[in-house]
């Protein structure tokens, strides 16, 4: 369940647990509220503790060879701490990081940490809105892109459609169709039309990526996916 979800569904989830012949694994996040209560009374409740640092150390500097990765172990537990052990984020950074090099050092780490940082403070649901600001640049919305690289380019599918865009309404700022020479005000249809069109080809890298494991095409798929159709859409999200 999203956490933006305020109606009901839990009796309905409870149901289906008890018909399905199929395991259904839900998470959580808040343990305590009352309608998790009600639904743990109809699972297996499985508790888990955050990893430590002394856990998560090794492991990363296990998945830093196997990429061919070269980084020592201060390096690596600067980002451990950094992220506050979170295991998906230190992958999201070591990938990106390895996208421009193959040596990450500690000067390198500490420069880009500041600004990364405080986007990994922000969930998918906080970054959304921020996302079609015209106040962003290109690189900072990459950089959202790899707070979830698996979530944010469906946040961007899922409500591109719900942005007003400024560029159609606003007649100082164009952008032009590769189909079109005009220079007159682009209008909504248009605007659209090439959001969607970057997402489209954003899904070809995205198979690309999964298929034959091509990770180096991550910052591709980052622009294609979130960034452009984000640029290309600033406005308010309804």
């Known amino acids: 369940y999203q956490r933006r979800v305020r109606g009901g569904g839990i009796a309905e989830l409870i ?19 009352q309608k998790v209560r009600s639904l743990a009374n109809h699972c297996i409740d499985l508790r888990f503790k955050r990893p430590t640092i002394n856990q998560i150390l090794p492991r990363m500097m296990s998945i830093a060879t196997l990429e061919k990765l070269t980084i020592d172990n201060h390096t690596m537990e600067q980002i451990v701490t950094s992220t506050n052990g979170d295991v998906r984020q230190v992958l999201n950074l070591l990938q990106a990081w390895k996208a421009k090099s193959n040596v990450l050092k500690i000067d390198n780490v500490k420069a880009e940490l500041g600004s990364l940082v405080k986007d990994i403070e922000l969930g998918p649901f906080d970054i959304l809105p921020k996302l079609f600001s015209s106040t962003l640049s290109i690189a900072d919305m990459i950089g959202f892109y ?17 942005v007003r865009p400024s560029r159609a309404f606003n007649s100082t700022t164009n952008i032009k ?62």
């Open 146 to 162: 790899f707070v979830d690289s698996s979530l944010m380019p469906l946040f961007v599918a899922e409500n591109y459609l719900n």
């Open 177 to 238: 169709s590769s189909s079109s020479s005009s220079s007159s005000k682009t209008s909504v249809i248009d605007i659209i039309s090439l959001a969607a069109d970057s997402i489209a080809d954003a899904d070809i890298i995205e198979s690309a990526i999964r298929s034959d494991q091509n990770w180096e095409l991550s910052p591709a798929h980052g622009l294609l996916s979130v960034a452009r159709p984000g640029w290309i859409m600033q406005g308010g999200l309804s």
């Open 15 to 33: 149901q289906l647990i008890k018909k399905s012949k199929m395991p259904i694994i839900c998470l959580c996040n808040d343990r305590s509220h």
